[in-house]
């Protein structure tokens, strides 16, 4: 009993997030805010099958000494100046009159009149209007007549940097996400495009709303529950099944894998296809938790630190 207990004072805690940047997440985030992940199922070698039946024999012992020294027990928020942001550059062509976005999910591809037109592959939008302005583009997404997104980008003089303001409105309370991102050219456009168009890498990402950064855990006996609040979350459990996330307007689900008292990994999924996969490590001292986040639709990853509120 006593070497179990050293065991998982030592132990390492990751969990997995929801969401675009989030995802947030919850990218819950995503999250939230906000990739592809392993698919749910059989989860557990015979080693760590036997240290979970040794941990559940505590559990029916202390359970709740055992679930108030959880490590994920409370509120998080992202330090956005230790954030790393993804490396693959977005990419964007606007020229005679007909937006292009190369890196969006889906891709892309309408005339920049402001005009609403259909976007099919999205669970999130179904309609798109791009409207080009003097230093780049206004963007709006709507799903059945509602405005769910709204996106205003602009280049600078020199044509070297970028700032993307967004106000994200999908959350189930109503309460709008707001965010500022700066990127730097990388790649030029073609001749005669519009100056938004080329490569551009994010470098830097400003989140105006705490609601969108914040996520609070809380360990069950058998399991973790999650919720932000504008509103989302999920109860699972630590068995490779899938859960429903509950607060968002599609179907999303979450399998959770505890590895150990500091470790949880989860995949995501949104209308049954793999999208987030997101490692969240509980620092030594119990108030940092040190996050890694795979988009595997967009093939991009995110790192960033998670700080506790103050009980």
């Known amino acids: 009993m006593q070497g179990l207990a050293e065991d998982l004072a030592n132990s390492e805690v990751v969990v997995s997030t929801v969401g675009d940047f989030m995802v947030a997440w919850v990218s819950m985030a995503a999250v939230a805010s906000m990739g592809a992940k392993t698919a749910c199922g059989s989860i557990f070698d015979r080693k760590e099958i036997r240290a979970m039946k040794n941990v559940m024999w505590l559990v029916v012992l202390f359970p709740a000494a055992l679930l108030a020294q959880s490590a994920f027990d409370g509120t998080w ?5 230790q954030t790393q942001l ?19 999910i889906p891709r892309i591809k309408v005339k920049a009149d402001g005009k609403d037109y259909p976007m099919a592959g999205s669970p999130y939008f179904s309609m798109v209007s791009v409207r080009q302005t003097a230093d780049g583009v206004e963007i709006t997404e709507k799903h059945k007549d509602k405005v769910v997104y709204s996106e205003t ?18 959350a189930p309370n109503g309460e709008p996400v707001k ?8 790649a030029p456009g073609p001749d005669g495009a519009s ?5 551009w890498q994010a470098q830097q990402i400003k989140v ?8 609070t855990y809380h360990a069950t006996e058998q399991g973790l529950q999650a919720s932000t609040p504008g509103g989302e ?13 509950h607060g968002v307007p599609v179907r999303s689900t979450v399998c959770l894998k505890r590895v150990n008292a500091r470790t949880i990994e989860e995949t995501d999924k949104t209308e049954g296809r793999v999208h987030y996969r997101v490692r969240m490590a509980v ?6 938790m040190k996050v890694t986040e795979i988009d595997e639709q967009r093939g991009t990853t995110m790192n960033y630190v998670m700080e506790k509120k103050a009980q």
């Open 77 to 81: 928020v992202v330090k956005l100046e």
């Open 86 to 104: 993804p490396k693959k550059p977005e990419v964007y062509f606007l020229q005679n009159g007909v937006y292009e976005c190369d890196t969006c």
């Open 153 to 170: 980008d602009s280049v600078s003089a020199d044509g070297k940097t970028l700032t993307e303001e967004v106000v994200d409105m999908s």
């Open 179 to 186: 965010a500022k991102e700066v990127f730097q050219r990388v």
């Open 195 to 199: 100056k938004i168009s080329g490569s």
């Open 208 to 215: 105006l709303s705490a609601n969108g950064m914040t996520v």
């Open 233 to 245: 979350g999920y109860d699972a459990k630590f068995d490779g099944k899938e859960y429903r996330v």
């Open 283 to 288: 620092l030594g001292d119990g108030n940092s």
